[in-house]
């Protein structure tokens, strides 16, 4: 199972950017996929998730700032950022829990590469 996201890039503070993060792979299902992100020196942090049915949650920072969606057909999430700010720079990782086999339902975590942020004053 691979994560691959996109998107990143240097935007002025208050312009947009829109992410996205594609898993493939042989899976059965994916059920919540999310978006963290990590700054220079600082923990990685939630900035949204959202579940198979599509219910999302967001981190205080980012509410009504952010919005994400996902594709279930083409198994991708996506991250619209708007009214971006400098505290919102930082590399960009996206999170999948995944069930491979229908037989165990297990649920295996997933992680894909950072896609750099980067929000100029």
């Known amino acids: 199972v691979q994560l691959q996201a996109s998107g990143g890039g240097l935007v002025q503070a208050g312009g947009s950017l829109s992410l996205s993060c594609v898993v493939s792979?042989?899976?059965?299902?994916?059920?919540?996929m999310g978006w963290y992100r990590q700054a220079p020196g600082k923990q990685r942090e939630l900035v949204a998730h959202?579940?198979?049915?599509?219910?999302?949650n967001y981190a205080d920072s980012v509410k009504g700032r952010f919005t994400i969606s996902r594709d279930n057909v083409k198994n991708t999430v996506y991250l619209q950022m708007n009214s971006l700010k400098p505290e919102d720079t930082a590399a960009y990782h996206c999170?999948?829990?995944?069930?491979?086999?229908?037989?165990?339902?297990?649920?295996?975590?997933?992680w894909g590469q950072g896609t750099l942020v980067t929000v100029s004053s």
């Open positions: 959202i579940t198979r049915e599509g219910t999302s």
């Open positions: 792979g042989s899976i059965f299902r994916i059920n919540v």
């Open positions: 999170r999948a829990i995944v069930v491979i086999s229908s037989r165990s339902g297990h649920e295996y975590i997933y």
